[in-house]
């Protein structure tokens, strides 16, 4: 529950470890006091004693220092807030008085006839601060040309760093940090999904480390384009401010009596370096924003890269009789099963099974996957439709487009819009029909081009359909689940291109990466546990040599334990694989099935970065953990150095299961694990448990 202090007009969101503070000044003003460790609420009034800078004309004493910076009046910062009626452009509000219950606080200002809310929450036993803005418009039409999330304000200190995570298609996720110097550093998407090329998460610090030092961490939960602005000011402070939509050219036009809620833009202090920082991350998602967090995910197989687009019954009856009897608890039908897609040229939006590949539909094929003991998923694209479909046949102007212009095909394919009711409505009737004419337990669903023709023609507000496709979006999956609840979903966009908090809550797992490359992946997975948690990282064991990637010839020891370190899943083309592949495959999944509860639940220690030789996670829950280990290369002269593990007791005793060998708690700690690996390509998993 947020305190308030005693002036009635200070208050402080408190977790476990960290704490955050704002004050409202008599003259109405919402400054940002504190984010950092625990502090009372006498503290945050003493910081709110402190006098603001002196005024001077060419600096305005409130830039760095407001906690939702408005547009207009004595600002030079970039605006969180940028409205627009027909007369003015601007904000100009007044404090209108707070709320708390919930473990919320709320803060109402208005401008005019305006109510302009800020939400605070910090959930139960996380640090992490949930901030988000609700827009109430009791008043004439405004247009909203930007609503940020949130803005959040750094403590002084001498120097910054900025990491962020970027990337492009088959290689997301790559962790960079820099520097901060004056001005600001950009990131976002302006492709009308969360994108490949930037997550939308920023961490600061000043001099971090792994495993200690202060982090700053903050991350938006939306699908859409969306922005993140990070600037270190003339005098040295930061801000952040982020929310949905790239730019400020106008996201919705609220009408009388009319709404909008940004989405949350959640924020994280904590002082256990970038590794303590990604274990919070992870705690709060599984907690509260990933659905049923607590079960652990299958191990799947998917036929894409087994069998393309070129698929048909008995051969995907094959294939699943193969991945039963390897472990697999999950067959997933790829792309290629309905309307005329028997390539990337036709059938989008004709989500009824091909009659020639599955003359029965697909309940058949789910009762024959369902009878080898495994859950039966299919592959959807909703959002999508070919040109050459019967959907589009029928329905031209139900695609994003712009009058009289071109529209852009990308993979042959058109983006519907889901900002209009009636195609809402058409996808919730194929999708609901679709999961109720045969038992599918899992739906892949897919994302894959960007907007480029975002046009609506005859809507008065076109523009509003970059936000409105998101929350449609969020409307069917939400819809689905709850009439549905047996079926989990995966989140995928050509992989990794929608993998942000807001689809997080309402999907079970995401699709990484279309790069299954062994080797490629570690250094995406390692990106990617910055943020996000193991139990939603899906990653397969596909062939060698990596035809779809970069060819590379790797084991399948080294395959397996680089798909271990999340969801594991198989998508090699397991017809072609020789007897005793398929015996260490069983092996492989088996072990996995031992591991996975550490994997997918436990806390995660990023031993060693993938960069060049030895690199490792570890893997902590109760009292077993378990290390996953890959030599990249091994150099003359260079032997692997021993991995110091984390997470343990000092004065315990460890022994690993598969050879019986006693460890020393004191001595893993400090001395480390010694690894027996060598040559290109190896890996090893060590697993331990507490005597
Ligand atoms: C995308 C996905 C792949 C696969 C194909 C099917 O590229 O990321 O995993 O599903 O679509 O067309």
């Known amino acids: 529950m947020p305190d308030i202090a005693e002036d009635g007009r200070t208050w402080v969101l408190s977790g476990p470890a960290a704490s955050y503070a704002v004050h409202v000044t008599e003259g109405g003003e919402l400054l940002h006091l504190h984010w950092g460790p625990r502090i009372t609420p006498a503290d945050a009034v003493a910081l709110a004693a402190r006098p603001l800078p002196a005024c001077r004309p060419f600096e305005s004493p409130l830039d760095g220092r407001e906690e939702y910076p408005v547009e207009g009046g004595p600002r030079f910062v970039r605006p969180a807030l940028s409205l627009r009626t027909g007369t003015r452009r601007g904000t100009e509000w007044t404090y209108e008085g707070h709320e708390s219950g919930d473990g919320e606080l709320r803060l109402h200002f208005r401008d005019g006839g305006l109510a302009i809310t800020l939400h605070y929450r910090m959930r139960p036993s996380t640090d992490v601060v949930e901030r988000w803005v609700t827009l109430d418009n009791h008043g004439p039409a405004v247009e909203v040309l930007r609503a940020d999330s ?28 820099s520097e901060l110097t004056h001005g600001e550093e950009v990131i976002g998407s302006r492709r009308g999904h969360t994108s490949h090329q930037h997550l939308p998460w920023v961490a600061l610090d000043s001099g971090a480390g792994e495993e200690s030092g202060e982090v700053y961490g903050c991350a938006l939960g939306w699908s859409g384009s969306w922005r993140i602005a990070v600037a270190l000011l003339p005098d040295a402070r930061v801000q952040i401010t982020g929310g949905a939509g790239y730019d400020d050219s106008g996201l919705l036009l609220l009408g009388p009596g009319e709404s909008y809620t940004t989405p949350v833009f959640a924020g994280l202090w904590t002082d256990g370096g970038f590794g303590g920082a990604s274990r919070a991350w992870h705690a709060y998602q599984r907690a509260y924003v990933i659905p049923d967090a607590g079960r652990d995910r299958p191990v799947l197989f998917n036929s894409w890269e087994a069998t393309g687009f070129d698929i048909s019954e008995r051969q995907q009856r094959a294939l699943a009789e193969r991945a039963a009897a390897l472990g697999v608890e999950l067959f997933v039908v790829d792309d290629g099963w309905f309307g005329a897609r028997t390539g990337d040229g036709a059938g989008l939006g004709d989500w009824t099974p091909n009659p020639d590949r599955f003359p029965d539909g697909l309940a058949p094929l789910a009762a024959h996957v369902h ?34 212009r071109k529209r852009t095909e990308f993979r042959n394919q058109l983006v519907l819009n889901l900002a209009r009711e009636d195609v809402r409505q058409y996808l919730w009737e194929q999708l609901d029909g679709l999961l109720s004419s045969a038992p599918v337990d899992y739906v892949k669903w897919d994302f894959n081009r960007c907007f480029t023709d975002a046009g609506w023609p005859q809507d008065p ?33 050509g992989g990794g291109g929608r993998i942000d908090l807001g689809v997080l809550g309402r999907t079970d797992q995401v699709w990484t990466s279309d790069n299954t490359d062994p080797l490629d992946r570690l250094a995406i997975q390692y990106g990617f546990s910055q ?59 088996a072990l996995y099935k031992q591991i996975r509860p550490l994997v997918q639940r436990g806390d995660l220690y990023r031993l060693r970065p993938p960069q060049g030789g030895l690199s490792a996670v570890q893997y902590v829950l109760g009292d077993e ?66 005597k």
């Open 625 to 690: 953990t378990v290390v996953l280990a890959w030599l990249q290369a091994q150099r003359f002269g260079e032997p692997a150095p021993a991995l110091r593990l984390r997470g343990l007791n000092p004065t315990e005793t460890y022994e690993c299961p598969e050879t019986g060998e006693v460890h020393r708690g004191a001595v893993l700690l400090h001395h480390g694990l010694r690894v027996d690996l060598r040559g290109d390509l190896d890996a090893a998993v060590v697993r331990l448990k507490r």
């Open 531 to 589: 943020i996000h948690p193991a139990r939603v990282m899906a990653a397969w064991v596909t062939d060698s040599p990596n035809a779809m990637f970069n060819h590379r010839t790797s084991s399948l020891k080294f395959r397996f334990v680089s798909a271990m370190a999340g969801v594991l899943g198989v998508g090699g083309d397991l017809t072609r694989w020789s007897e005793e592949g398929l015996a260490q495959a069983r092996d492989w999944v």
């Open 371 to 404: 009878a080898l003991g495994m859950q039966f998923g299919i592959w959807v694209e909703p959002e999508m439709v070919n040109p050459d479909s019967d959907l589009y046949r029928a329905h031209p102007d139900w695609v994003q487009y712009q009058p009289g």
């Open 461 to 493: 507000y076109p523009q509003r359909l970059w936000v409105d496709h998101v929350r449609g979006l969020y409307a069917l999956l939400d819809r689905l689940r709850a009439a549905h609840p047996q079926v989990a979903f995966e989140s995928c966009s």
């Open 150 to 177: 949130a803005t959040w304000t750094l403590p002084d200190r001498d120097s910054w760093r900025l990491s962020r995570l970027h990337g492009r298609w088959g290689a997301e996720s790559r962790l960079t940090r």
